[in-house]
């Protein structure tokens, strides 16, 4: 996913401002500051508009918060500039510049009622189905944003899709049956289902070395680390209930549920609790850590973990892994406390012994050993293919959620994926631990029902405008150049 998205990101994310709403709660990220000269506050110049560096801040902001709930939690910002975070930034906000000078050229206008009446249709600042100008505000602060550049983001964000807009045109007949016939083609088929246990693999410890004599380097101990911590719990700080109602209306942006609707103060009321004990007990957190840090204060707990331990989070081990032996961390939440770690000593990882490591090696050689075979079965059984002694499939289609018999539905919509995209009439497909030696008998046409009409209909209208739109981006390029001020926004 990630990888289609920085691949793709140029032409098929156009509207990722308004997206950022959808990631409030995750704060904003910025990416460092730079001295433009006389271009100060500015980063580049697209055709004749100017772009800001608090709005490529903003749009990097976005970025980083959808890669990093992806990839639950575990982004840094080293991890970013490898992935060429600040880069796909700028070139998103290059080609909507490039649609922002078009839309000026030709005369597209966005009212200030259309604004607001954007603003007000936005669920997250909305209390009981109306605009809440309170939390509004409260959003705008808590991003530190002011109102007239979120209000003006909004305003090119709604002369894009009026850009955009021009470029709709509805599918053709002919472009519609296309697709249909593309859809509805059915397969009946002959298929065998060869499984692991069909196979025999057994351990040949002289190969087993060899493989690990090759693979060693990958077979290594974890790193350990003697810590010292003081534990600052935050569940016995005390909070009113007005105190917590309060932090709820200050932030309630940040409780919403699984499908980002708000939640109700009640709803929210032990998240709440919880957030604000935390805030709360932070100045006691950072005094201990100072008398802590003077030798005034005695440890908690000493205790030797090998990295990544769930005892503490995968946050303060990425920490820890930067620091030296004596280094003691800021405090940081685990659980219900603040936790100051100093580290007594570090023990680095090692290659471990073919003696350590020979459980997993032989592991390993044995699920090789076992794809091997099976495919050799596999090659074996489709040259000598019967289909009387095999299952034959009803006609099945592409777009068809089926269950085929001796696979479950995950194994079946594999199997099937592989199928359609394959242009042989008869082949080996794995899937998991099997593998399916299939013939296709017979191929026909299947009827299309309203829903296939529908979708067609939609996939000729969206592949129309992705080149409508790709075409339309191509020949700005040329009408409208980019003046970079500062080095390493384009790759």
Known sequence: MISWMQKHNRYLVWTIWIATLAFIGAGFVGWGSYSFGSKAGNVAKVGTIEIPQTKLDFVYSSLYNQYNEMMQGKLDEAKAKEMGLLQQAFAQLETQTKLLNFAKDTGLIVSDEEVSQKLQKIHIFQKDGAFNKEIYDGYLRN??????????????????????????????????EAILAAMNVGDKMAYKILTSNQVDSVADETKIKAQWEIQKESFLTDPSYTLSIVWVPTKDTLVTDDEIKAHFEANRFNYTDATGKQLSFEDAKTSATKDLQIKNTKK??????????????????????????????????????????????KPKIIGDSYAIIKIENAISSRVKTYEEAEEEVTALYIKQAKKEALLALGEKTLKNFDANSSIVSDFVRFEENVNLEGLNDEESLQFLQKLFTSTKEKGIISISDKVVVYTVLEQKLMTADANQTKSAMQTVNKLKQNMFESNLIKLLDKQYPTEAYMGGLSK
């Open 143 to 176: 991003q530190r944003l002011k109102p007239k550049f979120f209000e003006e983001i909004l305003r090119e964000e709604l002369i894009i899709q009026k850009t955009l807009s021009l470029l709709t045109i509805k599918s053709l007949p002919l472009e519609k």
């Open 284 to 329: 006691t957190a950072q005094k201990t850590y100072i008398a802590f840090k003077k030798g005034e204060y005695a440890a908690d707990e000493n205790i030797t973990l090998d990295f990544g331990n769930p005892k503490l989070t995968q946050e303060v081990w990425k920490e820890l892994k930067t620091k030296s032996i004596g280094d003691i961390s």
